[in-house]
T-cell receptor, first 109, second 117 residues
């Protein structure tokens, strides 16, 4: 069946550091790919998405490119802020949405 | 738009009691999803509906769990009887399922934190 694997956390970085959170997937067909973010006490919020191969999703300085050849959708940000501290989920959709286990990100001032 | 609305935000109950969680999806959305989140298992899909019809309930843990969607603006998740291992945060999410549906994101409510003692 379809699945999503993302790097385990927690990830701790200093403010202004470069961020990469790895995500790979297995799927039959051509799913859409998403990154969601969850802040404490809240539900998940869409961060960015890509619907076909080579698409790049971007939002709030975050980017991810849909790589079909490597079945990956890694999340990157050039300079993180303390306010980026949250849990990040990679997900794919081929009707229902399947989430990775989440990666907790902690940014130190 | 008010977003997805879940109630209650917190529920504390004793083992053996019936628990009912409620969800109002975003108006116009025709797919609804129930998820459970725990530290150990992460985010698990329990069941989802398209146009009020249950499509996949393979994630429902056991017969103690049931979900209904009597109309497009309301859904319930019921646990009867509840057990301590059901303690978790339960999220409802809705989505559009019209053209290009695979690219339509889910919109989550803020969840119900259930504690069964």
């Amino acid at each position: 069946g379809n699945s999503v694997t993302q790097m385990e956390g927690p990830v701790t970085l200093s403010e202004e550091a470069f961020l990469t959170i790895n995500c790979t997937y297995t799927a039959t067909g051509y799913p859409s790919l998403f990154w969601y973010v969850q802040y404490p006490g809240e539900g998940l919020q869409l961060l960015l998405k890509a619907t076909k191969a080579d698409d790049k999703g971007s939002n709030k300085g975050f980017e991810a490119t849909y790589r079909k050849e490597t079945t990956s959708f890694h999340l990157e940000k050039g300079s993180v802020q303390v306010s980026d501290s949250a849990v990040y989920f990679c997900a794919l959709r081929d009707d229902k949405i399947i989430f990775g286990k989440g990666t907790r990100l902690h940014i130190l001032p | 738009d008010a977003g997805v609305i879940q109630s209650p935000r917190h529920e504390v109950t004793e083992m053996g009691q019936e628990v009912t969680l409620r969800c109002k999806p975003i108006s116009g959305h025709n797919s609804l999803f129930w998820y459970r989140q725990t530290m150990m298992r992460g985010l698990e899909l329990l069941i989802y509906f398209n146009n009020n019809v249950p499509i996949d309930d393979s994630g429902m843990p056991e017969d103690r769990f049931s979900a209904k969607m009597p109309n497009a603006s309301f859904s319930t998740l019921k646990i009867q009887p509840s057990e301590p291992r059901d303690s978790a945060v339960y999220f409802c999410a809705s989505s559009s399922r019209t053209g290009g549906s695979l690219g339509s994101p889910l919109h989550f409510g803020n969840g119900t934190r259930l504690t069964v003692t």
